[in-house]
């Protein structure tokens, strides 16, 4: 009895184990044998079976490296406390209305004042002399300071008052025929504004006084703090059509000159002689000015850019489509001027490179005319200093661009135009203050929620394979020495595939070379697979909808796949150096959502996709117990 013992083993263990698997098993057979079995007759020769397993490599993958990785800017937001995914980018600019150089719009004023006519007209020159009596003589002359480039076209700009911080007044006397006066004889002169300026310690500037120094042709300065100017004739306009013509375009001032000549001096006065007074005005610095002005260039802009030149994360969509249903600009403007600010929006298009294009739209309308309303901008009684913040979405809404149907196909330009100015109507003046610019801050949010039409590739690969080993003939030699002759071996390849993103993924492998070649199966001269198919169908979890916390809960998929290798096959397998994994999700994928009640399908960065490979060697091998009973 028990001649042709034959024993099947369907254990999984390496080879280093196998001679210890099989000495339990020996041990077992004597156990259960009974006590009249010759053990010295029994056959040495045995048939078993085996499998020996090995991991290949692994793969985790995660919604980020689907999309790209964070130092692209993506990250989750607590959109509806939910974690979603959301990739979220930034831009901040400070643009300048209108540069406001007061000094700009002041012309210097070279003023010839005669003497002789007023040493006259005061009975002073007796025939054409003035003899010393050493008392004081004074003599005024008016002055008018021209505004340039301002007041005289008030279409463009206006400057109705300003509240002036600090300024510079710069005079220069200077002798003009044959004026014989000496400097050391002028006791004081002073300048006197007019009506249109305002200062609380009086209009009254002292330019010069006797023992100053200085002296004919000298600059002499003059430093004025705190005082105001209004330029408008009617300083309370009712109506906006009241400031149309309500500025005058020039300043009144008046020159003071106090001179005494000594007691016994003649002095003959040509009818020539006069004084030349030149007056410069240099406004360093100002709190507010108020009137309307004309927006700089910087206000405007107009152009078409390439997505992926301009932003490097496109470059990791060239080959995606994400049609994403809840995208979001929202746009800050921030100002310190007063006045009612509108937006104009030209248009806004995206462009793919046939030509294809679409325009945002607001209520049907390919343009954008945003009027802030009162109490989101400052208002002209507003403390001066203030700021106001402005806001401008843009998102799905019919009224605010329908900006997801940008998305329908896949853009390759961006096109825009817009423009920032005031609403002269509702604000025919405003206040600026000196700091003109107007700063805009923008957040692009576009959270992982999709329309139809997505589609999104992924690819990895395990490295560093060599499966070499498992030629046939170093598996043999890696079995223990009781294994007689080896009848048949095989290879089986093991995938286990798990998936808790919340989509059907289809996924692939390609098989490459040390050298990055792909692996072709001699039979077919495509390329080898280790799948039964091109293409897996790997399964959406499972989503059973929670009505307490009203979210998804999520069970992972896995599945299985294996393939004999075939003797023939073990040389393709040792040149095996590389394993490329593909996965994407398309508009299949959120089909599948949909019929299963999934819409709006959003994604977080805790969903994995997770590859397992692994490979096995089945072993059919007769086995010579005479090792392990002495006989040969």
Partial sequence: MYANLKITHNMKFNSSLFAIAMLLSTALVWHGCEADVDLKNLDSSIDTDATIAMPIGSIKATINDFVGNGSWGISIDSLDNKGVL???????????????????????????????????????????????????????????????????????????????RNASFISNINQQGGMPLDWDWIDKV??????????????????????????????????????????????????????????IDSCSFKVTMQITVPAGEVVVIPPSSSFEYKLDVQFIDYDAIWGMFKPSSDMADANEISLSDTWGLWKLFESARLPFSEPKIDMEVTTHIAGALVMHGDYLYVRDSNGEQINATFDGKPYLEKHFTEGEYLGLDSEIGDSATMHVLFDKDPARGHIDQLFSLQPDYLGYKFSIDFDRYKTPQIRITNNTSIRIDAACELPFIFNEGVKVAY?????????????????????PELVDTIENASLTLALQIENSIPLQLKGSFACLDEYGNI????????????????????PAPDHTFNYNTSTWDVTPQWITETITITKEEFDLLSRVSKIVFYAAFDDESLSHAYKTGQFNVKLTEHQTLCVKIGIGADIEAILNLGTLTGKE
């Fill in 519 to 538: 692996i072709l199966d001699p039979k077919t001269s495509e390329p080898w697979l280790i799948t039964n198919q091109d293409t897996l169908l790997i």
């Fill in 190 to 247: 002073t300048l006197t504004m007019g009506d249109a300026f305002y200062r609380a310690e009086g209009n009254v500037l002292d330019i010069y006084t006797r023992g100053d120094g200085y002296g004919y042709g000298h600059n002499i300065p003059v430093n004025v703090d705190a005082f105001s100017i209004n330029l408008m004739k009617n300083p309370n306009p009712s109506v906006p059509e009241q400031y149309s013509g309500n500025v």
């Fill in 459 to 479: 690819s990895d690969t395990i490295d560093n394979i060599d499966l070499s080993r498992l030629h046939i003939d170093s598996l043999i030699s890696n079995i």
């Fill in 86 to 164: 959301l990739f979220r980018d930034t831009i901040s600019i400070a643009r300048n209305f209108h540069t406001v150089e007061l000094s700009q719009h002041i012309s210097s004023t070279l003023l010839k004042m005669n003497v002789y006519d007023q040493l006259d007209s005061l009975s002073i020159i007796q025939d054409g002399k003035i003899i010393g009596m050493g008392v004081p003589i004074q003599l005024e002359f008016p002055l008018t300071l021209k505004l340039k480039g301002i007041n005289n076209d008030e279409s463009t700009q206006r400057l109705d008052s300003a509240m002036i």
